[in-house]
């Protein structure tokens, strides 16, 4: 009997001591675990704020790689300063450039229409925008670029020179859709101010001609003049 309590009593302080070697065990695999997720988290937190923070070439420099035609190497470090700053118009006019060296257009559109209405690059990002739609054949896209410079120059004086280039671009597209009577109206909005009135009158004579005899177009010249 006292054999058997001695047995018991053996037992069961091994079994104690195997559960305080397992709880050991238990709580130096959490805390390593625990340790671990806080290095892996200060080590991430340490590559963000690195990323966010090393200095990265400067924008002249990118230009010099757009100018060398250095396009992978000019749009690795654009798109680090497009991340760091999302609504500056420099950086997303030269990124809009990058874009369109490598050929990709969409992008490029999209990067423009990204500048903030506020930049004073914002009407020659939307002429860009219209160039670059016409490049891909969306001609009703960049009629409606060309059309809001229109309406952002009309607005503002210092922007007349954009002004005659998108008018006579919309009247290009209208030529080619042969939408007549919008392209003769967009003629004669260009006419008071254009410095060079016969080619407006030129335009103005073939949209009234168009499909007639070239001494038609004459006719309808020498009644405009």
Not at 166 to 192: F, H, K, N
């Amino acid at each position: 009997m006292r054999h058997t309590r001695r047995i018991t009593l053996l037992s069961a302080q091994t079994q104690s001591g195997v559960n305080s070697q397992s709880r050991r065990f238990q709580w130096s695999l959490r805390w390593t675990l625990a340790v671990a997720g806080v290095l892996l988290m200060a080590a991430s937190l340490g590559a963000g704020i690195w990323r966010w923070t090393h200095p990265l070439p400067k924008l002249v420099e990118v230009e010099r790689w757009v100018a060398s035609g250095q396009w992978e190497r000019a749009d690795a470090t654009i798109g680090q300063w497009v991340k760091r700053r999302p609504r500056d118009g420099e950086v997303l006019m030269l990124a809009a450039r990058v874009a369109a060296g490598r050929g990709d257009l969409e992008r490029c559109v999209s990067l423009l229409q990204q500048i903030p209405p506020e930049s004073r690059l914002k009407p020659e990002a939307i002429m860009r925008q219209a160039q670059a739609e016409q490049e891909m054949s969306h001609g009703r896209r960049a009629e409606a670029a060309w059309r809001e410079l229109i309406g952002l120059a009309e607005r503002d004086p210092k922007l007349a020179p954009y002004l005659l280039t998108a008018r006579a671009e919309l009247v290009a597209i209208l030529s080619l859709e042969r939408r007549t009577t919008e392209a003769q109206a967009a003629l004669w909005q260009m006419l008071p101010t254009h410095t060079e009135k016969w080619r407006v009158l030129i335009g103005l004579a073939r949209t009234h001609a168009r499909g007639s005899t070239p001494q038609s177009a004459i006719e309808t010249l020498e009644r405009l003049v």
